[in-house]
Protein backbone atom coordinates (compact mmCIF):
# COMPACT_ATOMS: atom_id res chain seq x y z
CA UNK A 1 0.00 0.00 0.00
CA UNK A 2 1.30 3.51 -0.59
CA UNK A 3 0.99 5.97 2.03
CA UNK A 4 -0.96 9.14 0.15
CA UNK A 5 -1.71 12.93 0.09
CA UNK A 6 -4.40 14.56 -0.81
CA UNK A 7 -4.28 18.33 -2.10
CA UNK A 8 -7.39 20.04 -2.84
CA UNK A 9 -6.98 23.17 -4.89
CA UNK A 10 -10.22 23.86 -3.54
CA UNK A 11 -11.06 26.81 -6.01
CA UNK A 12 -10.53 24.63 -8.81
CA UNK A 13 -12.80 22.04 -7.13
CA UNK A 14 -15.36 23.89 -5.72
CA UNK A 15 -16.15 25.41 -9.24
CA UNK A 16 -15.96 21.62 -10.48
CA UNK A 17 -18.06 20.00 -7.95
CA UNK A 18 -20.53 22.37 -8.65
CA UNK A 19 -20.61 22.02 -12.41
CA UNK A 20 -20.79 18.24 -11.79
CA UNK A 21 -23.85 19.28 -9.46
CA UNK A 22 -25.91 20.94 -11.80
CA UNK A 23 -24.78 24.41 -10.36
CA UNK A 24 -25.45 23.36 -6.63
CA UNK A 25 -22.65 23.89 -4.53
CA UNK A 26 -21.00 20.98 -3.00
CA UNK A 27 -21.53 20.07 0.39
CA UNK A 28 -18.73 19.50 3.01
CA UNK A 29 -19.48 15.64 2.78
CA UNK A 30 -19.31 16.16 -1.44
CA UNK A 31 -16.04 17.50 -1.01
CA UNK A 32 -14.64 14.53 1.28
CA UNK A 33 -16.47 11.93 -1.29
CA UNK A 34 -14.81 13.16 -4.11
CA UNK A 35 -11.20 13.51 -2.55
CA UNK A 36 -11.54 9.45 -1.21
CA UNK A 37 -13.03 8.66 -4.72
CA UNK A 38 -9.10 10.02 -6.04
CA UNK A 39 -7.58 6.73 -4.36
CA UNK A 40 -6.84 3.65 -5.97
CA UNK A 41 -6.80 0.54 -4.75
CA UNK A 42 -3.16 0.41 -3.71
CA UNK A 43 -3.04 3.44 -2.00
CA UNK A 44 -3.51 4.40 1.97
CA UNK A 45 -4.64 7.54 2.78
CA UNK A 46 -2.45 9.68 5.23
CA UNK A 47 -4.48 13.22 4.82
CA UNK A 48 -6.72 15.33 3.13
CA UNK A 49 -5.26 18.56 2.37
CA UNK A 50 -8.00 22.07 1.78
CA UNK A 51 -6.32 25.23 0.34
CA UNK A 52 -8.65 28.05 0.35
CA UNK A 53 -9.52 31.66 1.44
CA UNK A 54 -12.09 32.36 4.02
CA UNK A 55 -14.94 34.71 2.13
CA UNK A 56 -14.44 38.05 2.35
CA UNK A 57 -16.46 39.70 4.99
CA UNK A 58 -16.01 43.09 5.02
CA UNK A 59 -17.75 46.16 4.35
CA UNK A 60 -17.03 48.51 0.80
CA UNK A 61 -18.69 51.66 -0.75
CA UNK A 62 -20.30 50.94 -3.88
CA UNK A 63 -18.73 52.97 -6.63
CA UNK A 64 -22.09 54.28 -8.34
CA UNK A 65 -24.48 54.09 -5.68
CA UNK A 66 -22.25 55.16 -2.57
CA UNK A 67 -24.68 52.67 -0.20
CA UNK A 68 -21.71 50.64 1.97
CA UNK A 69 -22.19 46.94 0.58
CA UNK A 70 -21.57 44.40 3.65
CA UNK A 71 -20.05 41.18 1.83
CA UNK A 72 -20.80 39.53 5.27
CA UNK A 73 -24.53 39.23 5.31
CA UNK A 74 -24.12 37.79 1.39
CA UNK A 75 -25.37 34.04 0.75
CA UNK A 76 -22.11 33.21 -0.76
CA UNK A 77 -20.23 34.14 2.56
CA UNK A 78 -22.69 31.99 4.91
CA UNK A 79 -22.63 29.16 2.37
CA UNK A 80 -19.07 29.15 1.93
CA UNK A 81 -18.08 29.80 5.77
CA UNK A 82 -20.21 26.68 6.81
CA UNK A 83 -18.24 24.60 4.11
CA UNK A 84 -15.33 25.29 5.70
CA UNK A 85 -16.09 24.84 9.24
CA UNK A 86 -17.86 21.64 7.61
CA UNK A 87 -14.58 20.58 6.66
CA UNK A 88 -12.24 21.54 9.14
CA UNK A 89 -13.48 19.40 11.44
CA UNK A 90 -13.47 16.29 9.40
CA UNK A 91 -11.57 13.02 9.57
CA UNK A 92 -8.02 12.92 8.45
CA UNK A 93 -8.35 16.58 6.71
CA UNK A 94 -6.36 19.54 7.09
CA UNK A 95 -7.42 23.00 6.16
CA UNK A 96 -4.92 25.81 4.83
CA UNK A 97 -5.67 29.34 4.45
CA UNK A 98 -4.87 31.93 2.50
CA UNK A 99 -6.43 35.45 2.29
CA UNK A 100 -8.61 37.88 0.38
CA UNK A 101 -7.58 41.08 -1.02
CA UNK A 102 -10.15 43.75 -2.00
CA UNK A 103 -8.72 45.39 -5.56
CA UNK A 104 -11.31 47.55 -5.86
CA UNK A 105 -14.42 47.36 -8.45
CA UNK A 106 -14.52 46.37 -11.86
CA UNK A 107 -17.15 45.89 -14.85
CA UNK A 108 -18.08 42.94 -15.15
CA UNK A 109 -17.81 41.14 -18.75
CA UNK A 110 -21.19 40.93 -19.37
CA UNK A 111 -21.98 44.42 -18.53
CA UNK A 112 -19.19 45.88 -20.93
CA UNK A 113 -20.48 43.82 -23.64
CA UNK A 114 -23.85 44.90 -23.14
CA UNK A 115 -22.76 48.69 -22.79
CA UNK A 116 -20.81 48.76 -26.09
CA UNK A 117 -24.03 47.27 -27.71
CA UNK A 118 -26.40 49.43 -26.27
CA UNK A 119 -24.71 52.54 -25.08
CA UNK A 120 -26.95 52.44 -21.98
CA UNK A 121 -25.97 54.03 -18.82
CA UNK A 122 -24.07 52.38 -15.95
CA UNK A 123 -26.50 50.54 -13.35
CA UNK A 124 -25.63 49.35 -9.82
CA UNK A 125 -25.24 45.38 -11.10
CA UNK A 126 -22.83 46.26 -13.79
CA UNK A 127 -20.10 45.96 -11.25
CA UNK A 128 -18.15 43.40 -8.95
CA UNK A 129 -15.92 43.70 -6.25
CA UNK A 130 -12.21 42.44 -7.45
CA UNK A 131 -11.09 39.82 -5.04
CA UNK A 132 -8.18 38.16 -5.22
CA UNK A 133 -6.62 35.54 -3.14
CA UNK A 134 -3.06 34.84 -1.50
CA UNK A 135 -0.70 32.60 0.11
CA UNK A 136 -3.05 29.48 -1.02
CA UNK A 137 -0.38 28.90 -4.00
CA UNK A 138 2.68 28.97 -1.48
CA UNK A 139 0.98 26.61 0.90
CA UNK A 140 0.29 24.13 -1.76
CA UNK A 141 4.18 24.25 -2.50
CA UNK A 142 5.37 24.55 1.35
CA UNK A 143 3.30 20.98 1.95
CA UNK A 144 4.16 19.58 -1.28
CA UNK A 145 8.03 20.48 0.26
CA UNK A 146 7.47 19.10 3.28
CA UNK A 147 5.55 15.79 2.49
CA UNK A 148 8.39 14.79 -0.02
CA UNK A 149 11.51 16.16 1.67
CA UNK A 150 10.71 14.24 5.02
CA UNK A 151 9.40 10.64 2.77
CA UNK A 152 5.86 11.35 4.71
CA UNK A 153 4.10 9.72 1.99
CA UNK A 154 4.60 7.84 -1.07
CA UNK A 155 2.12 9.29 -3.54
CA UNK A 156 0.80 12.77 -3.63
CA UNK A 157 -2.40 13.13 -5.56
CA UNK A 158 -3.16 17.06 -6.47
CA UNK A 159 -5.93 18.30 -7.50
CA UNK A 160 -5.77 21.39 -9.73
CA UNK A 161 -5.28 22.76 -13.48
CA UNK A 162 -3.29 25.50 -12.04
CA UNK A 163 0.52 25.40 -13.97
CA UNK A 164 1.98 27.49 -10.74
CA UNK A 165 2.83 23.92 -9.64
CA UNK A 166 5.09 22.51 -11.95
CA UNK A 167 7.94 23.35 -9.68
CA UNK A 168 6.81 21.45 -6.73
CA UNK A 169 5.84 18.83 -8.13
CA UNK A 170 9.44 18.56 -9.90
CA UNK A 171 10.41 18.61 -6.42
CA UNK A 172 8.32 16.33 -4.74
CA UNK A 173 9.57 13.90 -7.95
CA UNK A 174 13.55 14.53 -7.26
CA UNK A 175 12.54 13.17 -3.87
CA UNK A 176 11.32 9.83 -4.69
CA UNK A 177 7.90 10.55 -4.49
CA UNK A 178 4.88 9.92 -7.27
CA UNK A 179 2.43 12.46 -8.56
CA UNK A 180 -0.57 12.06 -9.06
CA UNK A 181 -2.52 14.79 -10.98
CA UNK A 182 -6.51 15.04 -11.12
CA UNK A 183 -7.91 17.55 -13.73
CA UNK A 184 -11.56 17.12 -12.96
CA UNK A 185 -12.14 16.61 -17.15
CA UNK A 186 -10.65 20.55 -17.58
CA UNK A 187 -10.04 21.46 -21.14
CA UNK A 188 -7.46 23.86 -20.63
CA UNK A 189 -4.20 22.00 -19.33
CA UNK A 190 -1.26 23.01 -19.92
CA UNK A 191 0.75 20.20 -21.17
CA UNK A 192 4.47 21.08 -18.95
CA UNK A 193 1.79 20.48 -15.69
CA UNK A 194 1.20 17.21 -17.74
CA UNK A 195 4.92 16.41 -18.52
CA UNK A 196 5.66 16.56 -14.35
CA UNK A 197 3.02 14.52 -13.25
CA UNK A 198 3.37 10.67 -12.70
CA UNK A 199 -0.22 10.05 -14.08
CA UNK A 200 -2.96 11.81 -14.61
CA UNK A 201 -5.92 10.16 -13.41
CA UNK A 202 -9.35 10.74 -14.14
CA UNK A 203 -12.00 11.16 -11.45
CA UNK A 204 -15.48 11.44 -12.16
CA UNK A 205 -18.10 12.89 -9.27
CA UNK A 206 -20.72 11.87 -8.51
Excluded at 105 to 131: C, E, G, H, Y
Aim: hydrophobic share 40%.
Amino acid sequence: MKKTAILLDMGFVFLKLKHALGKRQPTAIEIRQFALKCLEKDEEIFRIYCYDCPPYGEKQTHPLNKKLVDFSTTPTFSSRTKIMNDLKIMDNIAFRSGELSFDGWVLSQKAVKNILKTNRAFVDDDFMPDIKQKGVDMKIGLDVAWLSSKSIVERIILVTADSDFVPPMKFARREGVQVVLVTMGHMLVKNELKEHADELRSVTFP
